[in-house]
């Protein structure tokens, strides 16, 4: 799952695992493991299903790529349960953002069927329409309700009927990033993440503090003001480096002239905003925080809010 930055750090910096897989027992220590339970849920959630990570490296107006990595999911949804993870996101769901750090993945934990499949690629045909299509090339069309009047607990499929594919739900208020190398302290990804702490190698879990409303008003707006500096200079740095006469940020998202292109210019615009609110200092300190315990002391309590695929 990947945020549009600029909009989510505009409403507070964010305000803001599967069955499949290996089991643990023919495998190494998990590269990633977390307890928890789901507290709330906007959705409803039926026993079939079970946690994953998502990765979603771009969103644009023709489209997207969802990647689903499964592990060993024990226990239910709704009580207690624990993901491990034994692999890294897939190499194309990796994305530089920024210049001097290190490539990234950002996600989620997402609730799936036990089969999802590993990857799903949105696309608009030539009438506007989202198609999407699986890892071995199966196509479908996007429906909001593939399910019709069936309840939730018996479907299985999200996105096109009779097929398990598509997020059921994500957990707020957490990120899940995978870096390749780790990110040093007091670093631009360190800064913006994670208070100035180095973040390690590999997979890390933040929390998302709503940090944003317990400030005086005087302060709020100041913040918002720090936020619309560092927007005007993270454009102005972007399209001298990129070559590119942007005036609106939100044009780079519906350019459809190359789209490997645009999709790493989707990357280079997030990190040139990450760096502009490091820069600008437009950082509220306690609204992210990397959970080095990941619920192995007292689950977390997550809450699932559903996620807008179209």
């Known amino acids: 799952m990947r945020v549009k930055l600029g909009t989510a750090v505009a409403a507070g910096v964010f305000s803001m695992v599967g069955c499949a897989g290996n089991s643990a027992a023919e495998q190494d220590q998990p590269m990633f493991s977390v307890r928890a339970s789901v507290f709330a849920s906007t ?42 993870i ?12 920024t210049s001097g750090e290190p490539a990234i993945a950002i996600g989620g934990i997402g609730i799936v069927s036990p089969e999802h499949p ?24 996007a429906q909001r309700d593939p399910c019709g009047t069936l309840q939730t607990a018996s479907c299985l499929g999200t996105v096109v009927p009779g097929k398990n594919w598509g997020l059921h739900g994500v957990a707020g208020r957490y990120m899940v990033m995978y870096l ?5 302290a007091g670093g631009i990804y360190s800064s913006f993440f994670a208070q100035g702490a180095e973040i390690p190698a590999g997979y890390n879990l933040f929390r998302y503090q709503s940090v944003l409303s317990t400030l005086a008003r005087a302060d709020q707006e100041e913040y918002f003001k720090c936020q619309q500096r560092a927007q005007t200079s993270a454009l102005t740095r972007f399209n001298t480096a990129n070559g590119t006469q942007y005036s609106n940020h939100d044009q780079i998202t519906k350019d459809v002239s190359d789209r490997s292109v645009d999709a790493a210019l989707l ?35 997550l809450v699932v809010v559903a996620w807008e695929q179209q």
Do not use: K
């Open 267 to 301: 990357a280079r615009w997030d990190g040139s905003m990450i760096e502009a609110f490091v820069l600008e200092g437009c950082i509220l300190p306690g609204a992210q925080q990397l959970e080095s315990d990941r619920g192995q002391v007292d689950p977390l309590e």
């Open 180 to 184: 390749e190398e780790a990110a040093p």
């Open 86 to 97: 034994y692999e890294p996101p897939p190499p194309e769901a990796l994305i530089q953002l």
């Open 43 to 84: 959705v409803a959630l039926g026993p079939q299903l079970v946690s994953a990570l998502t990765f979603t490296p771009f969103l644009a107006e023709w489209g997207h790529t969802d990647f689903i990595v499964m592990g060993d999911h024990e226990g239910s949804l709704l009580d207690q349960f624990v993901l491990n």
């Open 118 to 141: 590993s990857r799903l690629d949105w696309e608009r045909d030539a009438q506007g329409n989202m198609q999407v299509c699986d890892d071995s090339g199966e196509c479908g069309a």
